[in-house]
RNA sequence: GGGUGCUUAGCUCAGUUGGGAGAGCGCUUGCCUUACAAGCAAGUGGUCAGAGGUUCAAGUCCUCUAGCACCCACCA
């Protein structure tokens, strides 16, 4: 079998994918009542979207618990679908229109939904197959979109339900409005963002009066609208002007002094215009004072028919402009001030929102709060990074009403009906035959759509089949995990919770994962101005998605933000790489026909190698692939996905290849004496490689299935589909995606192993090390002495010196307790052990003196710490046992080496 | 104005009940060693922001200071 040098991505992921989605592998393989399903819900992505690196991060980490959990063999769903977006969907189609000049007033209401479905229906499977070309093994039997017939009719049962309960309600309130998208924005909907702007300060003079009072602004055209001046009740420089008249300039209406609690004596000059339909605060102190709310501006921002005429139909900011220059022109300018404040903008189009007074509707929200709070609260809702509860409770215990209405045609329209002749509302599910109140019969639906969050906030249980009773609801119900970025815990983490526990009496989730932002090399959000978001098709039909999948994980430390940069994606690019070679080398070195043959005879089930496993480095292998297991098994259960690519990169990379691999080598070309020994060597390489691919493939499920699938295919005899090995994992499955999870061996891992093999490597090292020193050319053989502290000591070296040799590219070795020190060489220092490279010519006696001076200075010090430690009586009666012999064992090692070093340097 | 975090190697960041300072990338040096140059080998590099405190012991806990980031909020 001829494999490529590079490993191909494109070969091998597509294929991979077709296979597991046509097997039904991605569906849950049972509903049995007695295994636990783990679930979990996509934060749908809009349905018209393209992939971008946030989804990259949002749906590897997903992907990674699902196929973690499902190879633990639970009934494992990953639930997809995609969202409508209301607003973001309805200006991509009136965009498009733009370009023709027509406005959706122009095709009006019915032809813009038709166009935004054709629009849906073109676009709307794009983000799916680019979710699949990432890997996500979803359950695509049930994807679902929010206005689909099932999740709309789920929509109406709450709204109505809701209404019933008089938790909706339909009220005038002064709301974020974008005279752009011309609709009602949500408080989460606009942006504040600091900017530099100016303070005005106006004069309205007193009526019947030559003096005036000042008035501070910051936004002039609403003056056109201004019932009444306020001014705090205990000011005494306006005291006794309360209830006196002011003549508003421009508008040239007369308008009362007031007094009113809310005005900061010491901001501005102490005296503020009221705007009643414009500005959320003066609405308050109009209630409170029964003003007008005189409306001045229509719904795209424009000065309307109730200010003077000059000013009609003209923008607010050229409005403003103008009633700046009339106010100069009339000397009623006293300054102008720099001040910064903070302004609202649109989230979508970031337009300035406009405070705009008019006909909403709203979800009561304190009584849903109380039970979504206490889930949290008592821990049946867990939040990861936990800092995040504290953001969450501060929103819930701080709730206001939502408004949930929305000036748009896409979306999920209000489910309530007007009589055309007595105007009476009814809230149904469809629109009545008949009025109750006046008989009429015809009938007019509520102009306005739901906020999209509306259909998401039921998102857990609409997409099981709600409101009818579905086996789903009843067996996922609530999901294991949800995975999101925190920016979305008000706008859906905590609505969901709200919704399910009042429509299900249950959480919606027992985990919630919140991940940070993906950022750039420089630490820069992604964003399209900035030209520095990616493509993640591009780099996976260049690198793969296993690459940028690893890569993303590496370095997206639980809950914190991700970085991306090209360099960062070659550290996946490389260990894919990395793992293919050492695949094809035991490819390239293993005899198929042995394996199988062998094999067949059955001489290779468990208990086979158990016996055979006498040589170090398998034992070490092992003992450290179940250490791997243990640690990678649980960071996966943690959600620490990061430490567990990091520890599979450094085992299979670190570990596996450069050491055991390397020493593999000598017993399979340099000395292939025992043929059973060589034949435990190649099984060991089998089947730790497979192993690893079962740990690895939560992350990199192409390249593991690939090289799982081919060692089946190559090594498995057809008459013995069992493969059994040391790790206790046969290959019987049909694929490593439903594979099992390896189970860690505790027996197998082994503290002794393990410090006889990193005397070995340390003494490899140094050997490397001093060669390195003299420039000895890599090529060259060189020959050394070793001499060594004991007899434990002389049996381990002896028995492994082939290691050494081959390792360490060593020709001759001089060993034993009684080894001398050659009279000129080099010297290095492993624990108690010394190796010197004899030398022919000359030898710099000072450097190396140089050189183990430093090393008796570190080791002294260290000494010194430690003695100080156990010296100090209070450290010997308050530390922890465990501790304190830790220190003591530190102290003989230390002092062992400090010796062997302090001899070395008395012979030089 | 309120809140939440962050400050550890040149860069980006780990460091989970306090007990031997880590990773990736970069850098230096030498190697095409028969799996891999997307590689191998050997190295360099840190007053853990600053000050104080608790403790036998502090990167880790407490207080303060400085700088930074983000979120929330109606200051005209």
Not at 306 to 315: H, I, T, V, W
Not at 320 to 338: G, H, P, S
Not at 573 to 583: D, E, S, Y
Not at 846 to 873: D, H, V
Request: hydrophobic share 40%; aromatic share 10%.
């Amino acid at each position: 079998m001829e494999l490529n040098k590079i490993y191909d991505a494109n070969q091998v992921e597509k294929k991979w994918y077709e296979f597991w989605d046509n097997k039904g592998f991605f569906k849950p393989n049972t509903l049995d009542k007695d295994s636990q399903p783990f679930t979990v819900l996509i934060p749908p992505p809009n349905v018209t979207g393209i992939l971008h690196m946030g989804h990259v991060l949002n749906n590897t980490l997903q992907d990674i618990a699902i196929r973690f959990n499902r190879m633990k063999q639970r009934p494992t769903l990953w639930i997809p679908g995609t969202d409508h977006a209301g607003i973001a969907t309805q200006n991509m189609v009136e965009k498009e229109l733009a370009k023709e000049k027509i406005t959706r007033h122009d095709i009006g209401r019915e032809k813009l939904v038709e166009k935004i479905w054709e629009y849906k229906n073109q676009k709307g499977s794009h983000i799916i197959e680019q979710l699949k070309q990432l890997g996500c093994s979803c359950d695509w039997s049930r994807e679902v979109f929010t206005m689909d017939e099932n999740l709309t009719e789920a929509v109406k049962e709450v709204f109505i339900h809701l209404y019933n309960k008089n938790l909706i309600y339909k009220g005038k309130y002064i709301i974020n409005w974008c005279p752009r998208c011309v609709t009602a924005l949500a408080n989460d909907e606009v942006e504040h963002e600091d900017k530099k702007g100016k303070l005005w300060y106006v004069r309205y003079p007193l009526e019947n009066s030559s003096e005036y009072l000042i008035i501070a602004t910051t936004r002039p055209e609403t003056m056109l609208g201004d019932v009444a001046v306020a001014v705090n009740p205990n000011d005494e420089r306006y005291k006794h002007l309360i209830g006196n008249n002011l003549l508003l300039p421009i508008a040239n209406r007369i308008i009362p002094i007031i007094a009113d609690d809310y005005v900061d004596k010491d901001f501005g000059t102490g005296c503020v215009k009221v705007t009643p339909a414009h500005d959320p605060n003066d609405y308050e102190i109009g209630l409170r004072h029964n003003l007008d709310k005189l409306i001045i501006m229509d719904e795209h921002g424009c000065i309307n028919e109730n200010a003077p005429k000059e000013y009609f139909q003209l923008d607010r900011f050229v409005a403003r402009k103008m009633i700046i220059e009339k106010l100069k022109e009339e000397n009623l300018l006293e300054k102008i001030d720099d001040h910064e404040n903070s302004v609202g903008h649109c989230y979508r189009c970031d337009t300035v929102v406009e405070p705009y007074l008019s006909d909403q509707w709203f979800v009561r929200m304190k009584p849903l709060s109380e039970r979504a709070i206490k889930v949290v609260e008592e821990g049946d809702i867990k939040i990861y990074p936990e800092r995040w509860t504290k953001v969450y409770m501060h929103w819930m215990n701080n709730i206001r009403d939502w408004c949930i209405s929305r000036q748009i045609w896409w979306g999920h329209r209000i489910p309530a009906y007007y009589c055309e002749s007595c105007k009476e509302m009814i809230v149904a599910k469809e629109m009545p035959d008949i009025c109750p109140k006046c008989g009429g019969l015809s009938f007019q639906q509520d102009n306005d759509v739901l906020d999209t969050w509306f259909s998401s906030w039921i998102w857990p249980f609409s997409t099981m089949g709600w409101p009818k009773k579905t086996p789903d609801l009843e067996y996922f119900l609530p999901t294991s995990l949800l995975i999101t970025a925190p920016e979305i815990i008000y706008l859906w983490v905590a609505r969901m919770i709200m919704a399910t526990l009042e429509f299900q009496d249950k959480i919606p989730f027992n985990t919630v994962l919140l991940h940070g932002i993906v950022r750039d090399g420089q630490g820069r959000k992604m964003s399209k101005s900035l030209g520095n978001s990616p493509d993640p098709i591009d780099i996976i039909n260049n690198v793969g998605a296993d690459a940028l999948r690893f890569s993303m994980v590496f370095n997206t430390p639980k809950g914190q933000d991700s970085f991306y940069s090209e360099e960062i994606l070659e550290t996946g690019r490389n260990f894919c790489n990395k793992i293919w070679n050492a695949f094809r080398f035991i490819v390239m070195n293993i005899d198929k026909t042995k394996i199988t043959n062998e094999h067949s005879k059955e001489s290779t089930n468990i208990g086979f190698i158990s016996n055979n496993l006498s040589d170090l480095a398998d034992q070490w292998i092992y003992s450290r692939l179940n250490q791997v297991i243990k640690d990678v098994d649980e960071h996966y259960i943690n959600l620490r996905f990061n430490d567990a690519a990091q520890l599979l990169m450094q085992f299979i990379w670190d570990e596996f290849c450069s050491w055991y691999v390397e020493m593999a080598k000598e017993r399979l070309t340099i000395s292939p004496k025992v043929e059973t020994t060589k034949f435990g060597v190649e099984f060991v390489l089998l089947d730790v490689m497979q192993t690893s691919m079962r740990l690895l493939h939560p992350i990199m499920p192409f390249i593991s299935e690939e090289i799982w699938q081919l060692i089946k295919q190559i090594y498995l005899a057809p008459q013995c589909s069992s493969m059994k090995c040391e790790s206790g994992l046969s290959m019987n499955e049909e694929a490593l995606i439903i594979a099992n999870f390896p189970e860690v061996k505790d027996e197998m891992i082994n503290k002794k192993i393990d410090s006889e093999m990193s005397l070995i490597q340390e003494t490899i090292v140094s050997i490397r090390n001093l060669r390195k020193q003299l420039n000895i050319s890599p090529a060259v053989n060189i020959n050394i002495v070793l001499k060594l502290s004991n007899e434990t000591q002389n049996e381990l070296y002896t028995k492994y010196q082939g290691y050494i040799r081959k390792l360490g590219k060593v020709d001759k070795i001089k060993m034993g307790i009684d080894a001398e020190k050659p009279s000129s060489s080099m010297v290095a220092v492993v624990q108690d052990i010394q190796i010197f490279l004899p030398l022919e010519g000359l030898i710099d006696i000072e450097a190396e003196k140089l050189k183990l001076q430093k090393q008796k200075e570190k080791l002294e010090n260290e000494l010194n710490i430690i003695q100080g430690k156990l010296k100090n009586e209070k450290f010997i009666m308050n530390a922890k046992p465990e501790i304190i012999t830790k220190e003591k064992e530190k102290e003989l090692e230390v002092a062992t080496r400090l010796n062997t070093v302090l001899e070395v340097l008395s012979e030089l």
